[in-house]
């Protein structure tokens, strides 16, 4: 090589390292640009968290509500007002790269939201729930038979209907918006902010000290998701566009109800310092059920496996589970939720919407201590 070929096979390389470095950074470029995310509700439980961790992840963010809930919430980002019955005209004339329809209850409802978005939005997010499921008396997953309503058009919920009415919201969104849906069936949603205190419960009676009522057994199985999990995992579908369904909550026997007793025992004692003490009185599910306990209400979290409910704590996760789904330990979820619920107001903290009263609680257990005399 002479010393004319030497210099052009140098500036021949120059020019190609500077045409990499350039695409490089314009690759780049591109992968930073934030995603462009709308939300339908985004100021409730599961919304707030979302919408909170977008913020965190440096999305651009449109929330799209009544406007009434938590309304003081997330002035930052863009807000847009109306009503999923009819109201959507706020939502006309922008583009986003994909909405979470957290607030989706009647099919009609998706079905307008989900018509009017698809030419302007390449993916559509749909929260159901595991409450889809036709029968929980066997280990349901993503293909077992969902619920059905001989009024698909009824627009009352009930405890009935709540879940097919969530399985015709899913065939809605599939079918404005086909090959580019996702839907993602949680199971009981749990954490900070939860305004149903189904969850929340256990810490917090805990954190009133004394025996405490436990239902059945300790290695009774649960299965819920904390609803930070549930936000990281519907965050990562949306940035990673996945497409599908997904039962979204804790592997069956991962949790049994002894590990969420336990850690709200322990959650009490490091944050309220109740005097006296938390103990768990292990109270068996026949006896319960003489008693008039009902499971699930009375005694949240839990379900005895008998029944029609035999399996409602082995539902699959494990489709999630491959595609990214984390759960963290138990103990966290109880300790960040009676840490919540210590700084609520005190109405809410002394009057919760899940569980016994302590009158009753204490009227069962004397019942129990006497039989067992």
Not at 2 to 10: E, P, Q, V, W
Not at 84 to 101: C, E, F, M, T
Not at 308 to 333: F, N
Request: net charge neutral; hydrophobic share 40%; proline share 7%.
């Amino acid at each position: 090589m002479n010393r004319r070929d030497f210099f052009h096979t140098l500036t021949a390389l120059a020019a190609t390292k500077v045409a990499v470095a350039a695409n490089t950074h314009h690759g780049a470029a591109r992968r930073r640009r934030p995603v462009r995310l709308l939300i339908l509700g985004g100021t409730r439980f599961l919304g707030r968290h979302l919408t909170q961790l977008a913020q965190e992840r440096g999305y651009s963010i449109t929330l799209f509500n009544r406007g009434k809930t938590n309304a003081d919430l997330f002035p930052e980002v863009e807000h847009l007002h109306g009503d999923r019955d009819g109201q959507l005209d706020s939502l006309k004339g922008h583009k986003w790269d994909a909405v979470i329809d957290d607030s989706g209850y009647f099919p009609r409802h998706v079905r307008l939201s989900a018509e009017l978005l698809s030419p302007s939005v390449g993916h559509y997010l749909f929260i159901s729930s595991i409450s889809v499921y036709a029968s929980l008396d066997k280990p349901a997953d993503e293909r077992s038979p969902v619920g059905k309503l001989k009024d698909e058009t009824v627009e009352t919920m009930t405890n009935e209907n709540y879940g097919p009415l969530k399985a015709l919201c899913e065939k809605a969104a599939e079918a404005a918006m086909p090959g580019r849906t996702t839907v993602v069936r949680p199971g009981l949603i749990v954490g900070p902010y939860d305004a149903t205190d189904r969850f929340t419960y256990w810490p917090a009676r805990a954190a009133r000290g004394g025996e405490m009522l436990a239902p059945g057994t300790p290695v009774d199985p649960i299965q819920f998701i904390d609803v930070r999990d549930l936000a990281d995992f519907v965050l990562n579908a949306v940035e990673k566009r996945i497409f599908g369904t997904f039962n979204t909550l804790s592997p069956p026997q991962m949790f049994q109800m002894g590990d969420l007793v336990n850690a709200s025992i322990n959650a009490a004692v490091e944050l309220a310092h109740p005097d006296p003490a938390p103990t768990a009185v292990w109270v068996p599910a026949d006896f319960l059920e003489k008693q008039k306990v009902a499971p699930w209400s009375d005694m949240p979290v839990w379900i005895p496996e008998k029944g029609e409910d035999a399996a409602a704590a082995q539902t699959s996760a494990a489709r999630a589970i491959k595609a990214g789904l984390t759960i963290r330990p138990i103990h966290t979820t109880v300790s960040d939720t009676l840490a919540w619920h210590l700084k609520r107001p005190d109405t809410e903290r002394e009057t919760l919407k899940a569980g016994m009263t302590a009158e009753r609680e204490q009227k069962v257990l004397s019942d129990w201590h006497e039989q067992k005399a």
